[in-house]
């Protein structure tokens, strides 16, 4: 089956470092890749849809200069916390859209700390 | 715009009782949908989907009807397990731009042995 892996699993930081988060589909090809944000005990939101080869899309209220987010190629998306602060504490989830039957498939996610 | 509502949580079961999660959504035209679980800790897992009208997707024990005169896709087991415990989120997949999935809110069922 599909697979998306998502790395690390958890990060600690301190405030005002920036964290990167890799997402890889391991045996499909993506072109459009997703980042999700889910708080405690919520659903998950969407962040930003992200396109191989052009800018991301941010959904409204998303800071895009906060979360930088590169699709370089058609396996691996990453998504960049800058200047983090206690805030962007979070479960961040990346899908991947495997190019040959149309689905999303999910990373494990990223739960990142912010001292 | 697209829409998923499904039963708020939690729902507290013993082991081997019925479940159902209630799921209705709001789409135009033919929706794809689907059930993730969520397991403590982890990211989201398809647990089953249907793409058309009357299809049932099943797996793992779990089923789901795609009943498109009442817009719904009820998630049902009939024994369910400890190890069922899990966040459940249903969600559709339309036919607008980007055909993006659009999530439930999620409904948390825990287990009793």
New interface residues.
Partial sequence: GAVVS?HPSWVICKSGTSVKIECRSLDFQAT?M?WYRQFP????M?MA?SNEGSKA?YEQGVEKDKFLINHASLTLSTLTVTSAHPEDSSFY?C?A?DLGD????????T?LSVL | GNSVTQMEGPVTLSEEAFLTINCTYTATGYPSLFW?VQYP??????LL?ATKADDKGSNKGFEATYRKETTSFHLEKGSVQVSDSAVY?CAL?GHNA????T????T?LMVKP
């Fill in positions: 998502q459009t997703f005990k919520q659903s998950l969407l849809t899309t989830i899908s859209r149309g689905f999303q498939y999910f990373g494990a996610g739960r | 993730y800790g982890e990211g989201l897992q398809l989907k989120f997949r980007g055909n993006m999935l999530f439930g809110g999620g948390r």
